[in-house]
């Protein structure tokens, strides 16, 4: 299984980002799929999960301005970013679980928000 994921960058403070992750090879069935970040001397922390059924999952602090959005049909996973603070740099990793319970993490993508 490969997770590719595209998006990240500078930015800003208050500017937007939107991240992508396209999932290939033998997924077999998604359970759900997501995005993590880690930023420099931090543990890697949850940012958004969304279901197979749609259901989101948020961190506290990146609700209300991020969204994350799925196309079950062609397996990819995005991450609207809005309203971007500093303290949101870190690379971003997406991740793919299936239904059989393997977990599955992409290569990562920078986002540095900084003037």
């Known amino acids: 299984v490969q997770l590719v994921e595209s998006g990240g960058g500078l930015v800003q403070p208050g500017g937007s980002l939107r991240l992508s992750c396209a999932a290939s090879?033998?997924?077999?069935?998604?359970?759900?799929m997501g995005w993590y970040r880690q930023a420099p001397g931090k543990q890697r922390e949850m940012v958004a999960v969304?279901?197979?059924?749609?259901?989101?999952t948020y961190a506290d602090s990146v609700k209300g301005r991020f969204t994350i959005s799925r196309d079950n049909a062609k397996n990819t996973v995005h991450l609207q970013m809005n309203s971007l603070k500093p303290e949101d740099t870190a690379v971003y990793y997406c991740?793919?679980?299936?239904?059989?319970?393997?977990?599955?993490w992409g290569q990562g993508t920078q986002v540095t928000v900084s003037l």
């Open positions: 090879g033998s997924i077999f069935s998604i359970n759900t």
């Open positions: 991740n793919l679980r299936n239904t059989l319970g393997n977990v599955y």
């Open positions: 969304i279901t197979s059924g749609g259901t989101t």
